[in-house]
């Protein structure tokens, strides 16, 4: 009876844990970070335009004009295929993520953060950026 009932909860125990991944592609709410057009499989979400960094021709810049352009990342980061470059002014940090377009396609700017240095609030990019290149660039 013991046996029964142990190998019972063990069935359920083990269902419950597959379940969610059953559920996963009938949930029609999307992945969080995954945009409509993105692939879920690879993850790559093409460069928006439109904004105030992309006129300065950040976004789908390569990381070799970037580094020419800002100088040497304060920090530089790769996962995967993906990879980040942070530069900073005295009183900012920007921080540019790289992604391919396609699988083995350079990767290029495909989002930028920028704040402020000492309080970590955000601040107007394009601003930031000109303080880099000043500084550095």
């Known amino acids: 009876m013991m046996r029964t009932a142990f190998a019972l909860l063990l069935a ?7 379940g969610g991944s059953a559920n996963s592609s009938a949930n029609s709410s999307p992945r969080p970070g995954v945009t409509q057009g993105q692939s879920a499989q690879s993850g790559y979400r093409p460069p928006q335009g439109g904004g105030e960094l992309s006129l300065s021709g950040t976004l789908g810049a390569r990381t070799r004009d970037l580094i020419a352009r800002l100088g040497p990342p304060r920090i530089d980061l790769a996962e995967g295929d993906a990879r980040k470059l942070q530069f900073a002014s005295s009183d900012c940090v920007l921080d540019i993520f790289l992604y391919p377009g396609s699988a083995g396609s350079a990767p290029v700017a495909t989002y930028i953060e920028a704040r ?5 609030a955000q601040t107007p990019g394009a601003e930031c950026l000109r303080a880099i290149e000043r500084q550095g660039g």
């Open 12 to 18: 359920l125990a083990l269902s419950a844990c597959a």
């Open 116 to 120: 402020e240095r000492t309080r970590g």
